[in-house]
């Protein structure tokens, strides 16, 4: 499974777009991008996943560049209870497949 | 609603003894994870399990076993407790060849004396 890049910290103000970012330069064809985010104290929860197009649900939207070596989630009104770690990983489908998680980027939402 | 679940929320052991996570899920997913998570190193894959008696290793397998007999338990065996394995672990499922998420169980904290 392709390797992703982070920035380990990232601040947004109550109720402005939160963009991360996350590099997955080595990514293959096959592969998809999902992004978890993890609260304090549990286990992390699914946000939202791409393969190639923007994707948006309930939560967020993903922006996967062209190339696909790079993907922003977006949090579109970002709250205090969006404070978390944030997890860009990009995984196959295949049987034997890790899910592999990196470092993350620790949101804080401040007031 | 509850689709993955940990054996125990805190467990203490002494060195040297031989201590067993359980994870259970209900979902029928093929896939099961083991991860350990400290403090400024994020998630660290253990084990993995694709299929029943199946198991490949992660990153960090040193230390530790697992058991896969039944494809709704996976089990992470510490055979010989050491205070440096003193964690959080967390258990995760996910359907083989399917697009969707994965599952995480709310998490054991092992402390290790």
């Known amino acids: 499974d392709a390797k992703t890049t982070q920035p380990p910290s990232m601040d947004c103000a109550e109720g402005r777009a939160a963009n991360l970012p996350c590099n997955h330069s080595t990514i293959s064809g096959n592969e998809y991008v999902y992004w978890y985010r993890q609260i304090h104290s549990q286990g992390p929860q699914y946000i939202i996943h791409g393969l190639k197009n923007n994707e948006t649900n309930e939560m967020a939207s993903l922006i996967i560049t062209e190339d696909r070596k790079s993907s922003t989630l977006i949090l579109p009104h970002a709250t205090l209870r969006d404070t978390a770690v944030y997890y860009c990983?990009?995984?196959?489908?295949?049987?034997?497949?890790?899910?592999?998680f990196g470092g993350g980027t620790r949101l804080m939402v401040k007031p | 609603d509850v689709k993955v679940t940990q054996s125990s929320r805190y467990l203490v052991k002494r060195t040297g003894e031989k201590v067993f996570l359980e994870c259970v899920q209900d979902m029928d997913h093929e896939n099961m994870f083991w991860y350990r998570q400290d403090p400024g190193l994020g998630l660290r894959l253990i084990y993995f399990?694709?299929?029943?008696?199946?198991?490949e290793k992660g990153d960090i397998p040193e230390g530790y076993s697992v058991s896969r007999e039944k494809k709704e338990r996976f089990s992470l065996i510490l055979e010989s407790a050491s205070t440096n394995q003193t964690s959080m672990y967390l258990c995760a499922s996910i359907e083989w060849g399917k697009n969707t998420e994965a599952f995480f169980g709310q998490g054991t904290r092992l402390t290790v004396v």
């Open positions: 990983i990009v995984r196959g489908n295949n049987a034997g497949n890790m899910l592999t």
């Open positions: 399990s694709y299929d029943v008696k199946m198991k």
